[in-house]
């Protein structure tokens, strides 16, 4: 009976969770997704958190979190709200200002879901929602195939009919989740390849250039943190030192007008995608001194018909650089600290808590993201920063080790 009654959970949550992950183009696609998940996080929070609380217990992997991501994002979001109003005189009740600080909530939230995922479902929450994006996924194959017919099963790399089966977000879910099972040492071989499979299907569906090459640096970094064992932290800081500067050379490229005439140089052309990236080239400096205007600053500008008219563009889409998006929002220096915590001060962690292994898978999965954020937008995404946490909370769980003769995995309490 109580086997029975977990696996109704279980379904229970593979659906809801296809309105969280919202699957561009599917059946299950809607404009609440982000009500679906505030909803699942209230309810978790009612029926676990706040009980918890009345009886003095907090969960130590909340607090973990709360001074690992969301203290973090929350002073990062007041602190470029504040700017916003008394450097850039952005009215508090701007929808610059309103919209940084829903983002930010929305951050929170997915931090919430992604523990309670993880607090009802253990390690077996990433299999499900693997299976929930499934089955989203391919009501959007049956969609394209109805389209293009058979032969979109090989040329798949357009839409036909309005349908496409580059789906954004679970594409880039599920290279976390790839990277996640790959270097995972807590699965045998064979349950690997049952999941490896048909998330390595998806991705190549999906057809994301930059997330290509995210796999394929995240997953060489992890191999070259093995090999070299004994230089793992000087190798670590040249890595972060790299990602640092390349972060402001891409920045002053941008803002120096550089770009634009490297691409003129060698006759490359402008894409839409650049012409957003240079459009903003005059609302920041390179400086110190340059704080933010808000994460949703760039957005709303994107919205504004002006824009649009001068970008020659008829819909409303984001700038698809976060690296850009959060500078020009956050400002230099909390830009900064949100790069040195994101990646120094987790790995750090990690290490400080003898689970160094974890930490460079860790290293290894945010260095994926942070190739998804300098060309795409998922910085403020509920289903991508869900699908992130729920990894962080498995490896934070996880010792990274197994006991090979009996096969018994092991976890850190």
């Known amino acids: 009976m109580k086997v029975k009654r977990t696996?109704?959970?279980?379904?229970?949550?593979?659906?809801?969770?296809?309105?969280?992950?919202?699957?561009?183009?599917?059946?299950?696609?809607?404009?609440?997704?982000?009500?679906?998940?505030?909803?699942?996080?209230?309810?978790?929070?009612?029926?676990?958190?706040?009980?918890?609380?009345?009886?003095?217990?907090?969960?130590?992997?909340?607090?973990?979190?709360?001074?690992?991501?969301l203290l973090p994002m929350i002073l990062i979001t007041m602190v470029s709200v504040f700017t916003a109003r008394y450097v850039h005189g952005t009215p508090f009740n701007s929808s610059d200002v309103k919209q940084s600080l829903l983002r930010c909530f929305y951050y929170?939230?997915?931090?919430?879901?992604?523990?309670?995922?993880?607090?009802?479902?253990?390690?077996?929450?990433?299999?499900?929602?693997?299976?929930?994006?499934?089955?989203?996924?391919?009501?959007?194959?049956?969609?394209?195939?109805?389209?293009?017919?058979?032969?979109?099963?090989?040329?798949?790399?357009?839409?036909?009919?309005?349908?496409?089966?580059?789906?954004?977000?679970?594409?880039?879910?599920?290279?976390?989740?790839?990277?996640?099972y790959l270097v995972s040492c807590e699965y045998t071989k064979k349950e690997k390849l049952k999941m490896l499979i048909p998330i390595l299907i998806a991705i190549v569906y999906g057809n994301k250039r930059t997330l290509f090459l995210g796999l394929a640096v995240s997953l060489l970094l992890y191999f070259l943190f093995n090999?070299?064992?004994?230089?793992?932290?000087?190798?670590?800081?040249?890595?972060?030192?790299?990602?640092?500067?390349?972060?402001?050379i891409f920045?002053?490229?941008?803002?120096?007008?550089?770009?634009?005439?490297?691409?003129?140089?060698?006759?490359?052309?402008?894409?839409?995608?650049?012409?957003?990236?240079?459009?903003?080239?005059?609302?920041?400096?390179?400086?110190?001194?340059?704080?933010?205007?808000?994460?949703?600053?760039?957005?709303?500008?994107?919205?504004?018909?002006s824009t649009k008219q001068v970008l020659k563009l008829t819909v409303n889409i984001p700038i698809h650089n976060d690296i850009l998006k959060a500078y020009i929002g956050w400002g230099f220096i909390p830009f900064l600290y949100y790069i040195v915590n994101f990646f120094l001060r987790q790995v750090h962690w990690f290490v400080k808590q003898s689970k160094e292994n974890n930490g460079w898978r860790y290293f290894a999965i945010a260095s994926c993201?942070?190739?998804?954020?300098?060309?795409?937008?998922?910085?403020?995404?509920?289903?991508?920063?869900?699908c992130f946490f729920v990894i962080w909370f498995l490896l934070i769980k996880e010792k990274g080790n197994m006991d090979v003769g009996r096969r018994k995995k092991i976890y850190g309490q």
């Not at 229970?12 to 561009?24: G, S």
């Not at 996080?41 to 003095?56: D, E, K, R, V």
């Open 7 to 69: 696996q109704i959970k279980k379904a229970i949550y593979v659906i809801y969770m296809m309105f969280i992950l919202n699957v561009t183009y599917s059946f299950f696609y809607t404009d609440y997704a982000n009500t679906f998940a505030v909803l699942f996080a209230l309810f978790g929070m009612l029926i676990s958190t706040i009980p918890g609380l009345i009886n003095g217990v907090l969960d130590k992997r909340i607090k973990q979190g709360f001074a690992a991501f």
């Open 108 to 180: 929170i939230i997915a931090f919430f879901v992604a523990y309670y995922s993880i607090r009802w479902f253990d390690k077996d929450a990433i299999r499900l929602i693997v299976i929930s994006g499934w089955i989203s996924y391919s009501t959007v194959f049956v969609k394209y195939l109805k389209n293009a017919g058979i032969k979109g099963i090989v040329n798949f790399d357009h839409g036909v009919g309005g349908v496409s089966l580059e789906v954004h977000n679970l594409t880039y879910c599920m290279g976390l989740f790839f990277i996640y």
């Open 227 to 248: 090999k070299f064992e004994s230089r793992r932290m000087q190798m670590l800081r040249v890595v972060f030192g790299i990602y640092i500067i390349g972060a402001f």
């Open 251 to 305: 920045l002053w490229l941008v803002r120096s007008g550089t770009f634009s005439a490297i691409l003129a140089y060698f006759d490359i052309p402008d894409m839409s995608r650049l012409k957003m990236w240079n459009y903003f080239s005059s609302s920041y400096t390179i400086s110190p001194n340059y704080w933010g205007r808000g994460i949703a600053y760039t957005d709303n500008m994107m919205a504004k018909s």
């Open 369 to 386: 993201v942070y190739f998804i954020n300098f060309f795409d937008n998922m910085i403020t995404a509920i289903n991508f920063n869900m």
